[in-house]
């Protein structure tokens, strides 16, 4: 047969660690345990700290990502899922643009491949966990020790392969969905319970207030004579989360659920069985929330090399069209203020935006015109192009209604597309949008979290039509 890329990955197999297939159907209980178990280890993780952490008062590179990607600084879940996404993302592409040959029809060709993502993962954990440890992400590594440096790294390394195992544990069939959707949505909801609610207190130089806004709101209402200017504090204050902020997290939650019901719907029938019918429907979201998902991780990577290159070469110009880096006031953090990082970054308020329109237009037009690209191009490496969905109702002798096999194609060709990239762009437009108003955890956390919602919602349904057969369970089943 020839030398494959595949083959490199075969003397790896058997040490890589892998979840075995069940050999029955798993019940629903079961599954919703293991999901709860599978949350609770990640909840755990998130929260244990790293052992032998001298300082972690040094800049964040990955302060804007952290919710989206699961991660907890100074935690087990430091890299949170970064190593998988990116690993499956570049894996997906490489297969897609048909670099690495994948026969996904022959079993050992998709445990091959699996092999190999997974070994991609563990490299890239090693890499990144290597390069925080050794920039002084966590303490100077002099101080530390070389020991101490070796542990930090080798709990960061197998905190992801945990990591990894969870999320295979859920998609081969265990529990329900995916860890990596488990992981996004309980980490943004958990961002968004806690400034909404935090019962702990800052001192803002005007005294102790409570973090949470809600919880700020009744606070200075109830304390201050003043109660106009008590409620515009709550409502507008900086530097903490306020009412306004939590309204427009609304806001976003509402607008995301109502394009969600947004879809064509194809008429199909069966050849099979005559006089069935059905739809076959095409989402606005047709590559859900995948499009953002593939941004951020790539926007991710690139802020946390620059950064990690500018503490280093600042005076390089290359490292400062890459992305010049400064603290703000009265914090160690850096954000990007010059070069490609800093048009990668999303303005910080609406007053921000309207300050520096170069800036909004350039983000604005990389936001909506990469994600609709992403989306484009993920549906051609996925498996979900018009071509491998004719390929799927053929499998199962279904034809749209007025349409020959021959030209049911073209019209999946016709459709499919447009609502990729639409939909791709238009996550790319909610998620400005909400980045623009302020809402907590940032556009693209709330898109995440929500997609992730409907996605489980949809599980629920599916596991209850399952017993009911017929044409529209085969549908809902897609």
């Known amino acids: 047969m020839g030398f494959r890329v595949l083959h490199l990955v075969r003397p790896f197999m058997a040490v890589l660690p892998e979840i075995a297939q069940p050999d029955r159907k798993v019940p629903f209980n079961q599954k919703v345990m293991w999901t709860a178990v599978t949350l609770f280890i990640f909840l755990v993780m998130s929260q244990v700290p790293l052992y032998g952490i001298m300082s972690s008062d040094s800049s964040d590179p990955l302060f804007w990502m952290r919710v989206i990607l699961a991660s907890n600084r100074g935690t087990l879940m430091e890299l949170g899922i970064t190593p998988i996404v990116t690993s499956g993302m570049i894996m997906q592409l490489l297969s897609g643009a048909n670099i690495i040959e994948v026969d996904y029809s022959l079993k050992e060709d998709r445990a091959l491949f699996s092999g190999a993502q997974k070994l991609f993962a563990m490299i890239i954990a090693f890499g990144h966990a290597t390069v925080s440890v050794l920039t ?28 990894m195992l969870l999320d295979e544990l859920l998609q081969k069939g265990y529990g329900l969905g995916s860890g990596i959707n488990l992981f996004i949505a309980t980490n943004i909801c958990e961002t968004i319970f806690w400034k909404a609610l935090s019962p702990t207190t800052v001192n803002t130089g005007r005294g102790d207030e409570f973090e949470g806004a809600l919880i700020a709101l009744v606070h200075l209402v109830a304390s201050r004579k003043d109660k106009t200017r008590a409620l515009k504090e709550a409502f507008y204050r900086n530097n903490l989360p306020n009412v306004m902020s939590l309204l427009s997290t609304l806001v976003v939650f509402l607008v995301v659920i109502y394009l969600q019901g947004f879809r064509v719907e194809l008429p199909v029938k069966s050849n099979r069985l005559r006089g069935q019918r059905g739809t076959y429907p095409i989402k606005l979201f047709y590559t859900s929330n995948m499009p953002i998902m593939l941004q951020s991780t790539m926007t991710s990577n690139i802020f946390m090399i620059s950064q990690m290159l500018y503490k280093r070469f600042d005076t390089n110009i290359l490292v400062r069209i890459l992305g010049v880096w400064e603290p703000i006031e009265g914090s160690s953090q850096l954000y990007a203020r010059g070069g490609i990082a800093y048009y990668l970054s999303a303005p910080h308020s609406l007053t921000d935006a309207l300050l520096d329109p170069i800036h909004t237009v350039v983000y604005v037009a990389i936001m909506l015109a990469g994600c609709a690209l992403l989306s484009k191009t993920w549906i051609e490496v996925s498996g979900s192009s018009p071509r491998d969905v004719a390929r799927q109702l053929k499998d199962q002798q279904l034809v749209i209604a007025g349409y020959r096999d021959t030209s049911m194609y073209k019209e999946l060709k016709r459709v499919i597309p447009v609502a990729a990239s639409f939909g791709g762009a238009t996550l790319g437009a909610v998620s400005v949008f909400a980045d623009m108003i302020g809402a907590i955890g940032s556009g693209t956390g709330i898109l995440l979290c ?22 529209e369970g085969m549908m809902m089943a897609q």
């Open 136 to 163: 002084g992400l966590y303490g100077s590594p002099r101080e530390i020790g070389a020991g101490v440096c070796l542990l930090l790294i080798i709990q960061l390394v197998v905190a992801s392969l945990i990591t």
């Open 450 to 471: 929500v997609t992730i919602i409907f996605q489980y919602f949809e599980m629920f349904v599916k596991e209850q039509m399952e017993n009911g057969g017929g044409l």
